[in-house]
């Protein structure tokens, strides 16, 4: 059985390797020395950076999740719940990506490797804020959030500074939903 310490080791060695050098500029065997652990060993856990990087993503997208449903659960009118979730989902790629250069090469290399994770998220998103709409009394609630998501998604597109990101999510959504 695999030794948790060994286990997170590498995943923290590639999560921190995967922000200062890309996903194309890090390599297994740079994984391997940053964990402080032989490249067998390594292998043993993880067959691929692939698989790395998943797992790293699934982590960022738990803690976007957990975010996302503590907003939802305060206090508030719906509104301000719906822009606050969204927000939160986006924090917690900003607390991992920080100021990356390589924040938008490691966003489309996980949702190539995992697009059916992105639109699960997607659409659990779609879902709750149309509802959150419906209880506010917005007209077309459904469309409003489409809307909306649509446009964050574009944002996170095109912008790779994560702090940025955030400030233009909050403004965006407060400019769409109020």
């Known amino acids: 059985m695999p030794r948790p310490d060994?286990?997170?080791?590498?995943?923290?060695?590639?999560?921190?390797?995967?922000?200062?050098?890309?996903?194309?500029?890090?390599?297994?065997?740079?994984?391997?020395q940053a964990a402080g652990v032989?490249?067998?060993?390594?292998?043993?856990?993880?067959p691929d950076k692939q698989t790395l990087l998943t797992v790293i993503g699934e982590r960022v997208l738990d803690q976007a999740r957990a975010g996302f449903a503590a907003a939802l659960a305060a206090s508030g009118d719906p509104t301000q719940r719906a822009r606050a979730a969204l927000v939160a989902k986006y924090r917690a790629l900003e607390s991992v990506l920080g100021d990356s250069p390589h924040a938008a090469e490691l966003q489309q290399e996980f949702a190539r490797l995992a697009p059916g994770t992105l639109g699960e998220v997607h659409h659990l998103a779609q879902q709750t804020i149309t509802a959150l709409?419906?209880?506010?009394?917005?007209?077309?609630?459904?469309?409003?959030?489409?809307?909306?998501?649509a446009a964050v998604d574009g944002l996170r597109e095109r912008i790779t500074d994560q702090q940025k990101l955030v400030r233009l999510v909050?403004?965006?959504?407060?400019?769409l939903l109020t």
Not at 38 to 46: Q, S
Not at 170 to 175: A, G, H, L, P, S
């Open 133 to 149: 709409l419906t209880e506010a009394g917005v007209d077309a609630p459904a469309e409003r959030a489409e809307v909306v998501l």
């Open 38 to 46: 032989a490249k067998p060993t390594l292998y043993a856990r993880f």
């Open 6 to 32: 060994r286990t997170d080791a590498i995943v923290t060695a590639a999560q921190e390797l995967f922000i200062a050098h890309g996903y194309r500029g890090t390599t297994m065997q740079a994984i391997a």
């Open 170 to 175: 909050e403004f965006t959504v407060d400019k």
